[in-house]
């Protein structure tokens, strides 16, 4: 099993980021994918869960609205397209197998500054 993120960059607050996971290893069309992320300083924080077909999905609270998880089964692929970006979304990313990150990438790494 092996997933791998990137996509992360530097972005200036209201702007926007497409991050990607390109999983292998496993089909990606067996299972649910999460986006979990840790700021400095702190703890995994769980922010979106896409289930196997892509058709349903869960954002925490603070992401709802400016966040959209989706996958492409077919490139093993998993994305998070987010907008409205503010500074307290500045961590490294994570796609991941479980809902608490234990099976998760390397990560990529998003700052929102400006």
């Known amino acids: 099993v092996q997933l791998v993120e990137s996509g992360g960059d530097l972005v200036q607050p209201g702007g926007s980021l497409k991050l990607s996971c390109a999983a292998s290893?496993?089909?990606?069309?067996?299972?649910?994918m999460h986006w979990v992320r840790q700021a400095p300083g702190k703890g995994l924080e769980w922010v979106s869960s896409n289930s196997p077909y892509g058709g349903t999905s869960y954002y925490e609270d603070s992401v709802k609205g400016r966040f959209t998880i989706s996958r492409d089964n077919a490139k093993n692929t998993l994305y998070l397209q987010m907008n409205s970006l503010e500074p307290e979304d500045t961590a490294l990313y994570y796609c991941?197998?479980?809902?608490?990150?234990?099976?998760r990438g390397q990560g990529t790494q998003v700052t929102v500054s400006s």
């Open positions: 290893g496993f089909a990606l069309e067996n299972h649910w």
């Open positions: 991941a197998l479980d809902s608490k990150g234990g099976t």
